[in-house]
């Protein structure tokens, strides 16, 4: 072999004992492409070891939804070609590429096939259908997706979410690490709001939202007379904001509550799957997956490897007994996709969909760009960030970061926060645009935040179209004509002329000072994920 390239193919119409250079089954059917990863993986190996020279390994993965038993692993072995050593040659990868015009799944999940009955739970007609591994205790999940959406399980409260109306065990004088967090096993709650007869109870998981964790556990017993709730595991905070002032929470997984069209209950002990048809549904015609994987694609020690245009999907993760959440980041939990002391491995124009992730904003957090925990020399450039909870750009602590051409808009509490006062600078703004509609510009506006101290502006352009631009201080009239000559000699406080912010186009008019400024226009319509390029 040279090094002009080697092309394998990988399909669901294939077969793992056919060579796999053939995009399709030959008129024989005696060759034509793999069948399986695993089984491309090790003709990679094998081509690997027989080359003479480096050369690219492509390996076209065509349409299909490819439902794995394991978790795809790449390690040194299925590696590419690195640069010669003092030279500029080019690297030789291994790229697993989607096929031209096909969209391929790598699934973590299982398309449920069977027979469904119709049965009355609580009043309303649903589906049902037995699962004898489930019975068996074999598999257990807590998500689902009907035909590509992921549907909800029954919950309560319906909308919204509850507030916890005792935090018993709670303590309120202290530091933070003293008290806030302090878990607790219990918690008193609302009339109406538990019952100690619901079916599976200890099936019934209960979620608490507070400051930047959620923890989640499943109840154990209810004191209806005392109203009070224990669940199986230790919370990670305390159940209140402050004293009075309970965390939010809602509960999951309650059958008495499966009642919209959409919502779905497993009951495990009996291995019946409940799910209420959405209007026009059909059971002969609806696809259920339901996932078995927590992790769908592991990289440990390869370098040089490529993914292009793949679709990585279905993939839960099952938090061990007595864990309740993280302590920060949740960093116990498994991505769908890990690397591991990867070097040079790259994934271009894919997409991660269905995972068990979910975000939300809780009193805490709500950024679109956070840069957290002494994150140093970061570049966030030409990003449009508007709308967020809190801020478009919140800084934590960290050090020399610079925040260039970004458009920052339409904060929900400001449009800058800085958490921790620093004795170096921090961030470098440097020709943004910051648009804001009456919140102030600057949020956590210490002594020493906003000045040359910490902080750095050059050239950047503000805009408040309430026209009372606030700069976090006092209410004066005069907070930009102070501010600025000592902060941003060169900043301006102008209108940038966007086409229509309220509906999302920040395209530039002309004529906007921005761009005398040296604002560098971007394409918006780029922001966000963007398809797959029609060359790869």
């Not at 000699?489 to 008019?509: C, E, K, T, W």
């Amino acid at each position: 072999m040279t090094n002009t390239g080697l092309e394998l193919h990988v399909s669901l119409d294939g077969n793992d004992a056919w060579s796999g250079t053939l995009a399709a089954p030959d008129a024989e059917r005696s060759d034509g492409p793999l069948r399986t990863f695993e089984a491309a993986q090790a003709a990679v190996r094998r081509c690997r070891t027989d080359l003479q020279e480096p050369a690219e390994i492509r390996v076209w993965v065509h349409d299909g939804v490819y439902e794995l038993a394991q978790p795809l692993l790449f390690t040194a072995q299925d590696s590419g070609f690195p640069r010669k050593i003092n030279t500029r040659a080019r690297t030789w990868p291994v790229t697993w590429a989607a096929a031209p015009g096909a969209t391929p799944v790598i699934s973590g999940g299982r398309r449920r096939t069977g027979t469904w009955s119709e049965e009355t739970v609580n009043g309303h007609q649903v589906w049902a259908m037995k699962l004898p591994e489930v019975a068996a205790g074999r598999w257990n999940f807590r998500q689902l997706w009907v035909n590509g959406q992921r549907r909800l399980r029954p919950r309560l409260p319906k909308q919204g979410v509850w507030q916890v109306e005792r935090a018993l065990d709670a303590r309120y004088s202290g530091d933070w690490g003293s008290t806030g967090r302090q878990g607790t096993c219990r918690f008193g709650y609302a009339p109406g709001q538990i019952s100690a007869g619901w079916r599976n109870l200890r099936d019934v998981e209960v979620q608490f939202f507070g400051w930047w964790v959620a923890p989640r556990a499943r109840l154990t017993t209810v004191d209806e007379a005392e109203r009070i709730a224990w669940f199986d595991r230790y919370s990670t905070i305390r159940l209140a904001w402050a004293e009075g002032d309970g965390i939010d929470f809602r509960l999951e997984n309650v059958f008495e509550a499966l009642s919209e069209p959409g919502e779905w209950y497993l009951d495990r002990p009996t291995g019946t799957l409940y799910y209420m048809p959405m209007p026009g549904e059909k059971p002969s015609t609806t696809e259920f997956v339901a996932p078995r994987l927590e992790t769908l694609l592991r990289i440990d020690g390869a370098s040089n490897i490529r993914f292009e245009g793949l679709t990585f999907a279905h993939n839960e993760w099952r938090e061990p007994d007595a864990f309740a959440d993280s302590n920060q980041a949740s960093h116990e939990v498994p991505g769908a996709l890990i690397l591991h002391r990867a070097d040079t491995c790259v994934f271009h124009g894919c997409r991660v969909l269905h995972s068990n992730t979910d975000i939300v904003c809780r009193r805490y957090g709500g950024w679109c760009a956070y840069t957290d925990e002494g994150s140093s020399d970061v570049l966030i450039e030409s990003n449009l960030c508007y709308r967020a909870n809190r801020e478009p750009f919140h800084q934590h602590y960290g050090r020399n970061n610079v925040v260039r051409n970004n458009i920052l808009a339409y904060g929900g509490e400001s449009l800058l926060a800085y958490g921790v006062q620093e004795e170096h600078v921090g961030v470098i703004f440097e020709c943004n645009i910051l648009l804001s509609d009456d919140k102030p510009f600057f949020r956590n506006a210490g002594p020493e935040r906003w000045t040359p101290r910490q902080t750095r502006f050059h050239r950047n352009l503000y805009w408040c179209e309430s026209g009372q631009p606030q700069f976090g201080r006092d209410n004066n009239e005069n907070q930009w004509a102070e501010w600025q000559p000592e902060n941003d000699p060169q900043g301006v406080m102008a209108d940038p002329l966007f086409v229509d912010p309220h509906r999302g186009d920040f395209r530039l008019r002309p004529g906007s000072p921005a761009l005398a400024m040296g604002f560098v226009p971007f394409d918006i319509s780029q922001c966000g994920p963007r398809p797959r390029p029609r060359s790869l």
